[in-house]
DNA sequence: CGGGGAATTGACGCTGTTCAATACTGGTGG
DNA sequence: CCACCAGTATTGAACAGCGTCAATTCCCCG
């Protein structure tokens, strides 16, 4: 049993823009159905074009890409909320790979309505624009981070980052919030070795900045955490929920 | 005297979409004129919220953001064809700034028509959303390089990549193309110190696989190039103009 | 002729990598 | 019920890629 848009338990966050009710309704129609997938479960492959875009409801998942020289460049965390497919759906093929890291929960959309989406609504057409841009925005400073900052500071960038947006949009209890990757996802994404990332956890637990173990992220003191993460504006946007 | 959208000189080239004349007759009317600015001019400043977008027509440019501990992450190079402000005009603000290196000549569009481009043409706002997976797709590949490769593999990319690109757009001489940045550019834009980009470049040099000195990068075996990059797929796709 | 920006090169050291050993967990089959 | 195993986390030690410091050269421009 499908849950129906308008009752979409995403729509209670305010992390998302509010939705007019015509709107509401042309996402049901372009709504296909939704899916439950297993941890490990692959989304979406780099190269392929996928027939199907999602947003995620619940669990969370990587995008990474891979080398061939079997190193992984994990491009960004998947949260609730999180549209998926976006690449697949206006150019030919996805650039990345998508996976569910826990067990996922997805509502699925039909790519071949992508574009009667635009012509119909445009305000949907631009808030995907408006999501790409918000991508685009989000791997600049990713980039910045891995490229300029020292490992004690991406390490930082990522927690106080990925603290925020959790806040937003999954229980959390206090300064604590479910985390459940491995050390090695965080290191992929930091572009850090599997074994510096874990003295760099242990730095942050030492200052009392940041504790992630045992699947959970405590940030005692997020102001200071985004100090030392020398991010310059902290607060995230909120964002059109597709 | 601004050139009409219908003797743009980039439409030559076979990197952009073709253009159907209606849409040539909304871009005339979206233009609002043209600009010339001397090399170190900003166009875009982080935090702004700029009423104006760009297509860069000629010259050269640099995306980039700035640290408050004083480094710099350069985002990408803008070059002829490249389309700036995309998230002035969709978000509040730009997230990072734009500025020329050389003198440049832009087109420039009015911001507050960009709704309307999405109401009128769908194809221009899908156009845009285009571009802008376009950007985190390259982005993407930047975060890998950056995060997971070698500084000679970084380099070989990064210079591969702009070969390419500057060959679809500017007079090219054989295996020579005009790159008039500095050596601190290329560093900041791939998270090097400038005196190890310096003898990394020598290392190309030395292997003969790219020379870049005195503003002109030569490229005499590109697939040799691409392969010590780890570059999967070199061909760079045909994008719309705007 | 003087000065500032950029490129080049050598010496040295630190941050982060690699190698390796140990411990802890949950799951599996005897 | 317990031995066994694979995946993950943790920690120490040695090493190296790249950063920092510093000096020199070249070139353009005033």
């Known amino acids: 049993m499908s849950v129906k848009c308008i009752n979409c338990p995403l729509r209670k966050s305010d992390l998302f823009h509010k939705m007019s009710s015509e709107t509401l309704e042309f996402m049901q129609r372009f709504k296909v159905g939704e899916m439950e997938v297993e941890p490990g479960t692959p989304l979406l492959s780099e190269g392929s074009n996928a027939p199907q875009l999602y947003t995620a409801l619940s669990g969370m998942g990587l995008r990474y890409k891979l080398l061939e020289n079997g190193s992984r460049q994990v491009i960004s965390f998947v949260f609730p909320g999180d549209f998926l497919g976006l690449q697949a759906g206006v150019m030919k ?91 090695q996802d965080l290191a992929d994404a930091l572009g850090l070795s599997l074994v510096h990332t874990n003295k760099t956890l242990a730095k942050l637990r030492e200052r009392q900045l940041a504790t992630w173990s045992d699947g959970k992220l405590s940030v005692p003191n997020l102001a200071r955490l985004e100090e030392l993460a020398l991010i310059e504006n902290p607060e995230l946007p909120t964002r059109p929920l597709m």
């Open 93 to 183: 093929e996805m650039t990345h790979s998508v996976e569910a890291t826990t067990a996922m929960k997805l509502c699925v959309f039909d790519r071949k309505e992508l574009w009667s989406l635009f012509r119909t609504i445009p305000d949907r057409g631009f808030d995907l624009a408006w999501l790409a841009a918000t991508e685009e925005r989000f791997l600049g400073e990713a980039l910045t981070s891995v490229g300029q900052k020292s490992a004690l500071e991406r390490m930082s960038w990522a927690l106080a980052r990925i603290f925020r947006r959790l806040k937003a949009t999954t229980p959390a209890a206090g300064d604590l919030v479910r985390l459940p990757y491995r050390q």
